[in-house]
């Protein structure tokens, strides 16, 4: 892929520069540096394998096996329609709420869009509206909501956790505004079914198409384009991430911009699948998203994550609940599970880094006192 | 030990002033302006029962925002408070139920302990395992809310299942002021001391502005950051048994949703997200303010479905005055070293 900021700072530096957008870089033009890029390429692979990242998805497949194992009725075509449904509103958002936190921002207001978008949706679908351009407002919609927060925090300079408590509250007060505690429900059949529908016997739903296609799309974004690779950049150091060239602001505004336009996405599913446009649906899914994405592996200070990681969290979680709710556990008792599990996932590296740092300062110690004893 | 006497003399005069100028003022001629404009329009706002009713509406908001906000002002936050306010809530309602004729001060004791014991688990966390407080009391909200899923079940505790003598904390006044509002303002007073004059009260400030300079200091950061989080925790389930107090009924899902409140509160009083600056008067007024608009606006006969949009409104004004004060802040400190120099 052709990479302007690899080449534009490779041809002023004159060398292998130590750029924070280049860590997981995209090969080199040269032919002098095939053998570090052969390098470059077994260490990429091996980080495929071995990553954070990786190591979800391992356990997602674990999680899946253990279910069907032991959990009766787990492995069926149902549970994979049930559990995608219940599991989409999540997965979407997650998706560019897990770039927003790897440039180190975060956004609280998510729900609040998609529940204003279904408001929305109620009341312009009461007034008469085509379904067409409907969408087309509830995107819209998605894009204003984002780029307010995007300005705040970018323009303004505000903190992203202030700011977006504040349209948390400020979109579902606009929600209530819009429809007040009214609820539409006749929206065509036709619309409604086709969003519960599955393809063909595999209990996969229809939906799960697109849904595919926006992990595919943040995938790639981050994964592999130059724009994606200022993300972890960003996050890591700013005032690196502007030295090397990247537009932070921009960068990060355009990030709001796409969480509010899946959360209003977001907000259209949820209406269409529950076939109920209200002020308060999908109230409070901010936290389970910001908790799904930090159990893939995204770091909270920014500047680590991957999207496989983010997509084999939020499955675990709602694979979880479902093989709970199928072995007649309530589903509140889910709630441990998720906190036990996030809780988990950050405190054991942790606490695994703190042992062998106090282990190599043992150890240095001890080396001192070998080479001084052998002194005197 | 001479820096520190050359200091003396302005730390006396200076905090005090730029406190009374800063911090507190916008929030608090907010307020006054919004209690001024509602009595105008509607006389009726600041009749007795009026103002019993918003100090009863704000009393559980300003103790916990209290708490909460001595936790931001080390740059750290708790988001389990809800799922905390709940446990309390009903361990409360049980111990209520297990042993009616339990002295009420003991009930007390009970809350307040198992609030410490869930803000000690959170800063044990944060602390010992270096994770940073967002991830891990996002984890426990859960655990903390599964816990009293599992325990509490379908089970709710009512007012008439309380003693009366408890009920009546929270409508009995003395002057004027209810109980609990009175406990409330001891709360703030205490806790507004703790910080701006003691030692670890001004070590929390250190640490919230710079962690690693407060260590180079020789601040025991780790300590001082356990000591904010079992504060906030004990003042948490001060605010659970006041919440079985005043409110009807204590199940599985008090206090859902809460903890974005609290944090809303603090920071419209003007304590900064990132920690090291603000103060537990200002979190109080911030309290107040957010509890009081929705009243003022009912008494003003705004349509009710407009007052969350204006609380948003809100909360984004304050952190933009915020933000314009801490530049004009950073503009003057940085002329006053110029000329200084």
């Known amino acids: 892929m052709p990479d302007r900021t690899t080449t534009t700072t490779a041809s002023v530096t004159g060398a292998p520069a130590v750029d924070p957008t280049r860590a997981s870089s995209s090969r080199p033009p040269s032919g002098a540096r095939d053998t570090e890029s052969a390098a470059e390429k077994t260490l990429r692979r091996r980080r495929l394998l071995t990553g954070r990242g990786a190591i979800m998805v391992y356990a997602l497949l674990a999680t899946l096996l253990v279910c069907a194992l032991t959990v009766p009725r787990f492995a069926s075509v149902q549970t994979t329609g049930f559990l995608l449904l219940d599991a989409i509103p999540i997965l979407m958002i997650a998706m560019p709420m897990a770039l927003v936190i790897i440039t180190g921002e975060i956004d609280l207001s998510v729900a609040s869009t998609a529940g204003l978008t279904s408001a929305v949706m109620g009341v312009l679908w009461a007034a008469g509206w085509g379904i067409p351009e409907i969408f087309v407002v509830c995107v819209l919609i998605g894009v204003v909501c984002g780029a307010v927060n995007g300005a705040l925090v970018t323009t303004v300079g505000l903190p992203s956790l202030a700011v977006t408590i504040g349209t948390l509250a400020l979109y579902r007060g606009l929600a209530l505004v819009v429809i007040g505690d009214n609820a539409v429900a006749n929206f065509p059949p036709a619309l409604t079914s086709f969003f519960t529908s599955k393809i063909g016997g595999t209990g996969i739903p229809t939906v799960m198409v697109g849904v595919l296609a926006i992990i595919v799309f943040f995938g790639v974004l981050l994964h592999k384009s130059s724009f994606g690779r200022a993300l972890p950049a960003i996050g890591f150091s700013t005032e690196a991430a502007s030295f090397v060239g990247v537009h932070v602001g921009r960068v990060k505004f355009w990030m709001f911009v796409a969480t509010g336009v899946v959360s209003a996405l977001v907000g259209i599913y949820w209406t269409l699948r529950y076939s109920s446009a209200r002020s308060d649906n999908a109230t409070g899914i901010e936290l389970a998203v910001i908790a799904a994405v930090l159990l893939g592996g995204v770091s909270i200070f920014g500047g680590r994550g991957s999207i496989p990681g983010v997509v084999a969290g939020v499955l675990i979680i709602s694979s979880i609940s479902y093989a709970l709710r199928l072995g007649g556990i309530s589903d509140v008792v889910l709630n441990v599970v998720t906190g036990l599990l996030l809780v988990g996932s950050v405190v054991t590296p942790s606490l695994i880094a703190v042992a062998r740092e106090r282990s190599r300062a043992r150890r240095a110690a001890r080396d001192v006192l070998a080479a001084s004893a052998a002194h005197s | ?341």
Request: proline residues 3%; aromatic residues 6%; glycine residues 10%.
């Open chain 2, 1 to 341: 030990m001479t820096t520190s006497h050359a200091l003396a003399p302005t730390t006396g005069r200076s905090p005090f002033a730029s406190l009374v100028k800063q911090r507190e003022v916008p929030v608090a001629s907010a307020l006054i302006v919004l209690v001024i404009v509602t009595t105008i329009a509607n006389p009726l706002f600041v009749s007795p029962q009026g103002v019993k009713d918003l100090m009863l509406n704000a009393t559980i908001t300003v103790i916990m925002a209290v708490g909460l906000g001595t936790v931001i002002i080390t740059n750290n936050i708790d988001l389990s408070v809800g799922s905390i306010l709940g446990l309390v809530a009903f361990a409360t309602g049980t111990v209520f139920n297990a042993a009616p004729g339990i002295p009420i001060v003991f009930v007390f004791l009970i809350g307040l302990a198992i609030g410490a014991l869930l803000g000690a688990i959170n800063g044990f966390l944060v602390t010992v395992a270096r994770v940073p407080s967002l991830v891990i009391t996002l984890g426990m909200l859960y655990i903390y809310r599964g816990l009293n899923n599992a325990w509490a079940g379908g089970q709710q505790y009512f007012a008439g299942d309380r003693p009366a003598a408890f009920g009546r904390l929270s409508v009995d006044t003395v002057v004027g002021i209810p109980i609990i509002t009175i406990i409330a303002v001891v709360v703030v007073v205490l806790v507004a001391i703790f910080l701006a004059r003691t030692r670890p009260g001004r070590d929390l400030y250190a640490i919230g502005s710079d962690d690693q300079a407060a260590r180079l200091f020789g601040i025991k950061v780790s300590k001082r950051v356990l000591t904010a989080f079992v504060l906030n925790g004990t003042l948490t389930g001060l605010a659970g048994v006041l919440y079985a107090s005043r409110f009807n009924s204590v199940g599985a899902t008090t206090g859902t949703g809460l903890e974005l409140d609290i944090v809303a509160a603090a920071v419209v009083g003007g304590i900064a997200i990132f920690g090291g600056s603000g103060s537990v008067v200002g979190a109080a007024i911030g309290a107040v303010l957010l509890t009081t608009i929705t009243s003022s606006l009912t008494a003003l006969g705004v349509d009710k479905f407009w007052q969350q949009a204006i609380v948003g409104i809100l909360i984004l004004t304050a952190i933009l005055v915020e933000r314009i004060a801490s530049i004009r802040t950073a503009r003057r400190l940085r002329t006053s070293e110029a000329t200084n120099a």
